[in-house]
């Protein structure tokens, strides 16, 4: 019985812990404000090399998702691929971006990449080049996404291929939605649909 009592103030302590901060599939911001900064201020390039100004999708909803070709995850390009063309005219954009700092799981050239999307999944959402989204040599754009600083309750390191940002008309990161999470899960459709229907601020 003493061993009992004793252990009763370490298992509640221990639910403490998991109670106050449990895993999210979906973190996601209910202000609508307008963003000071926004990932929307970065120029990238696509997958022919050439550059592409993220401030040119202002106005639309936009969902950035870390890819790989060779991931459990990567079944997620079918629905990511519908919604985008369910969804396109009303102003949605996904955009692919290409990483390897997984298990290696995005080995392949550029061109590589774009013949596995187009052959596999029938890939019509922008795709970018190939980058790195973790560690020494992590790109501008997941620095941002990354940091604290810049991403508030946004931030945090990747942790897995087909992680994804929802960024609304304004520019503003809404959501986060974890590698694990389908793009076209309830929640998710919920939240799309809930930033296609918001106008963007004048």
Known sequence: MSKLILLLPVMALTFAVFAKDPPKEILTDPTD???????????????????????????????????????????????????????KDQGLVII???????????????????????????VAFPMMSKISVKGDDKTALYKYLTDPQ??????????????????????AVIARIAHRTKPDSPNVIAEIEKALAAPAAK
């Open 33 to 87: 404000k307008p963003a000071d900064s926004t990932p929307l201020q970065f120029t990238v390039k696509d997958l022919d090399g050439k550059d592409v100004n993220l401030a040119d999708f202002k106005g639309k909803v936009v969902l950035i998702v870390n890819v790989a070709s060779k991931c459990g995850n990567t079944p997620q390009y079918k629905p990511l691929e519908e919604m985008y063309e369910k969804y």
């Open 150 to 171: 810049t991403n508030g309750r946004f931030a945090g390191e990747i942790e897995w291929n087909f992680t994804k940002f929802l960024v609304d008309r304004n520019g």
């Open 96 to 122: 692919g971006f290409p990483a390897n700092n997984f298990g290696a799981q995005e080995p392949g050239t550029n061109q590589q990449i774009r013949e596995f999307c187009d052959a596999t999944y029938h």
